[in-house]
Every structure is written in structure tokens, then in C-alpha cells.
């Protein structure tokens, strides 16, 4: 029984020498204190706050099931910027357990503990485009526009204006 019982935990190569679960996510922005909102693939929150910011993120959802997330990063006057967040079978799980680990830390330890899982990135760093249309957005913003980017609708309400 002993043997079995170290067996299981010295023969899963993930557990042993990957990264354990939660994993840290960077999420970065030019220009920054831009607002990031994270959730998981069920829509729920998981995180809100501004950039630059250092967060942890878990990697497993299930007995063989990893965490998928979509992490939109928005500021007044930028487009949004949406980036998916999803979870790989780790180096460590797939090559370690081939060679050192076996059946068990393939079928029973790496997959209970969630250490078989890895994000697919661990940094976002976006730069946010200023918005086409900020001054249709924010009407009681001033700004100028570009005839190319009103749209039809809106230009028979368009004013001369005169030097």
C-alpha cells in the first residue's frame, strides 16, 4: 500500500516539476489604466481593475478539463481590445509522463492536481487604437472627424462652417 501510495505521488512529472496551479497572467496597456475585465468561458467575472496588472489565474476546470477566459481591455476614446486566454497540456505532462511518470500521472495525479494544463500565454500587452469615431461616441466631446469616417446617416446633419 505504501508503494502505491508513493508511487502515485513520485510518478507525475507535471505535479513534480511544471508549474502548479494558479498560473500568473500580466496584462499590459499602452496607453495604461486602461479597465480589464476577465472572465471565464461560463461569463463569469473573474477579475476588474486597471492596467498594468499581475494577476493569478487557475488553470483547472475539471478532472481533464482546463480554463478558458476572455480578457477585454477598453478606455474612453480607444477601441476595445478582446484577447482569449486558453489552456494547453503542459511540456512537463506530456513528455515527463512519457518517460518518467506513466499511466498514473498521466490518467490520476497531473489531471486531478491540474498541473497538466498551462496558460497559452502568460503576458498580454496591447497598444489601444484611438477611435475612429471618439467624437460620435462622446457627443459632448469636441474633436475632429474625418468626412470618410461619418457615416451616411449623420451627414446631411452636418453644419458648414465658414472662415
Known amino acids: 500500500m505504501i508503494i502505491l501510495l508513493a508511487s502515485t505521488v513520485l510518478f507525475s512529472c507535471a505535479t513534480l516539476v511544471g508549474k502548479s496551479s494558479p498560473e500568473t497572467l500580466n496584462v499590459i496597456s499602452t496607453p495604461d489604466q486602461a479597465i480589464v475585465v476577465i472572465t471565464d468561458e ?22 481533464f478539463s482546463g ?13 476595445e481590445h478582446s484577447v482569449t486566454v486558453d489552456t494547453t497540456a503542459s511540456g512537463w505532462y506530456i513528455g515527463g509522463n512519457f518517460i518518467f511518470g506513466g499511466l498514473i500521472g498521466w490518467f490520476i495525479v497531473d489531471p486531478a492536481t491540474g498541473a497538466m494544463w498551462t496558460l497559452d500565454t502568460n503576458e498580454i500587452n496591447v497598444t489601444l487604437e484611438a477611435s475612429k469615431q471618439g467624437a460620435l461616441i462622446y457627443p459632448n466631446k469636441t474633436g475632429i472627424v474625418l468626412l470618410q469616417d ?11 462652417v465658414s472662415r
Open 67 to 79: 480554463k478558458k477566459y476572455t480578457v477585454k481591455i477598453s478606455k474612453e476614446g480607444y477601441a
Open 42 to 63: 461560463t461569463n463569469t467575472n473573474i477579475f476588474e481593475g486597471k492596467t498594468p496588472t499581475v494577476l493569478s489565474l487557475e488553470k483547472k476546470k475539471g478532472y
Open 150 to 160: 461619418v457615416p451616411l446617416s449623420l451627414r446631411d446633419k452636418m453644419v458648414k
